[in-house]
């Protein structure tokens, strides 16, 4: 099944070649795909687990797949995903050239992100993280311009950069490791490891940040502001909301499930690695206050917001883990739905300024009310899920005993809060309240079904998981105990 989930979007998009330019070809069988996918993920949330061996490149060094506890959340977030945004395409797409090209790199990378949802070891993980970047490249240049090429360019620069770091990384963990299978509490070899110390520490410093940088961590963050303005709004929100957790994955296979959290715990490495999460955060929403242009600010919010996981991860406690589990969770279909929101009003009125929908309010209210409903969630007003993920975040700082950060990043996290409300509900306030004299343009259909339906369905998903947490975060929480 495991091998399936990776084979359904490859053999859909082997065949939309085939189909030429005819529309409604491309929608099923991509929509067939999509649908699918869905279905066998919901299959496989039932199953308790499950091993495959693709192939082996040496005696030592296999290609193979396993299901875990945090193989499903995220195999979860992917096919729930791409689901809705692949829908939302459907109609964003219609005027624009190589629709059946985009669709292909799209099922592409989503078999990417399974397959390394599915790793069973850092070889594996690593074939399909270098997989992703390549496969979703296409997606930012999709228009061929020269400002996407430039952008497509920036975004595999920075991804290959931060995996050849990473690499790295693996070089070490295979000299000083017993094994670079995935076990929960580290595989390091303390016989190999004495005297050695200070260089897996480097080795993990580096390979945390090689990572790192496709979920947007300083200081390999930039490519994400450059890529989000000039990618198509699919694009954008599978980048941010989905593909960006790939890094956030690579760094929970790393740290717990490879050098484990006993070798690093309170080292120059882990307060380094926390310094650089809490500035991440801060820095993101700031910038993200200062910009103007409504794609680009909520690519510099998945800056801050990718970092409020990663900060949860690195205080490497069963609660602060849950908060991380639950804030990419939550955040895929936070920030999945803002980009779809911020496509919409892209496409439906030319405008890609903030200050450019004042009284739109009127005209597209139904994308609006799922822009305020997701922006409260993403800002941690309860009872919306982003609230629930905050609350464990900052109880796992407060209770884990790291000195400083106790206290300081609950109030990064709180300073963050403020400057999110700062830069997404002004966008609500302008929109419903021009001001008098203000003539709000005409009504228009919101792009039809297939855009605004993903849309206030991923809002309504937001709202439902805060207010009935409990199971999740039952859920998640048991994920985050099998980790240590």
Request: hydrophobic share 55%; proline share 4%; glycine share 10%.
């Amino acid at each position: 099944m495991m091998i399936l989930m990776i084979l359904v979007p490859v053999l859909a998009a082997a065949v939309l070649p085939f189909l030429g330019e005819d529309r409604k070809k491309i929608h099923l069988v991509a929509g067939a795909a999509l649908v699918l996918e869905a279905l066998l993920a919901l299959y496989m949330l039932t199953v308790p687990a499950a091993e495959a061996v693709l192939f082996s490149m040496t005696e030592t060094l296999t290609v193979a797949l396993r299901m875990d506890g945090v193989s499903k959340v995220f195999m979860a977030i992917a096919a729930f995903g791409f689901l809705p945004t692949g829908i939302y395409a459907f109609k964003y797409l219609e005027h624009e050239e190589g629709e059946g090209r985009f669709f292909v790199f799209f099922l592409l990378s989503e078999a990417a992100l399974m397959g390394m949802d599915f790793s069973r070891n850092l070889i594996t993980m690593y074939f399909f993280f270098e997989m992703i970047t390549l496969l979703s490249m296409p997606l930012v240049l999709h228009d061929r311009s020269k400002e996407s090429v430039r952008a497509a360019m920036k975004y595999l620069f920075y991804s290959v950069a931060g995996a050849f770091l990473a690499l790295g990384c693996i070089f070490f963990l295979n000299r000083y490791a017993t094994t670079l299978e995935f076990n929960a509490g580290g595989n390091l070899d303390a016989a190999k490891l004495a005297g050695h110390e200070t260089l897996l520490l480097v080795a993990a410093f580096l390979g945390v940040i090689g990572f790192g940088a496709k979920a947007g961590l300083y200081p390999l963050h930039g490519w994400l502001p450059t890529a989000h303005p000039v990618a198509p709004a699919p694009a954008s929100a599978v980048l941010s909301g989905i593909i960006a957790k790939a890094g956030v994955l690579a760094v929970i296979r790393l740290v717990f499930f490879s050098f484990g959290t006993g070798f690093l715990f309170g080292t120059w490495v882990h307060k380094a690695w926390l310094a650089l999460a809490l500035l991440t955060v801060f820095m993101g929403s700031m910038m993200a206050y200062r910009e103007k242009v409504f794609k680009k600010r909520l690519a510099y919010s998945s800056v801050s917001q990718i970092s409020y996981v990663m900060t949860g991860l690195l205080f490497l406690t069963p609660e602060s883990v849950t908060g991380g589990l639950l804030h990419v969770l939550f955040h895929a279909c936070i920030k999945v739905c803002l980009f779809l929101v911020a496509g919409s009003f892209i496409h439906n009125t030319g405008k890609h300024n903030v200050d450019e929908y004042r009284g739109y309010g009127k005209s597209m209210p139904v994308t609006l009310w799922a822009f305020t409903i997701a922006s409260l969630a993403l800002i941690g007003i309860p009872p919306a899920s982003g609230f629930v993920s905050k609350w464990y975040l900052a109880m796992g700082a407060l209770n884990s005993g790291m000195g400083v950060f106790t206290w300081l990043a609950p109030v990064v996290l709180l300073v963050s809060a403020l400057l999110t409300a700062g830069y997404l509900l002004p966008v609500t306030i302008n929109g419903f309240f021009p001001g008098e004299g203000f003539k709000a343009p005409a009504r228009n259909d919101e792009g039809g079904k297939t855009m605004w339906l993903p849309v206030v369905l991923l809002s309504a998903g937001t709202l439902v998981m805060g207010i009935v947490s409990q199971p999740i975060v039952g859920w998640l929480a048991s994920v985050a105990a099998s980790m240590f």
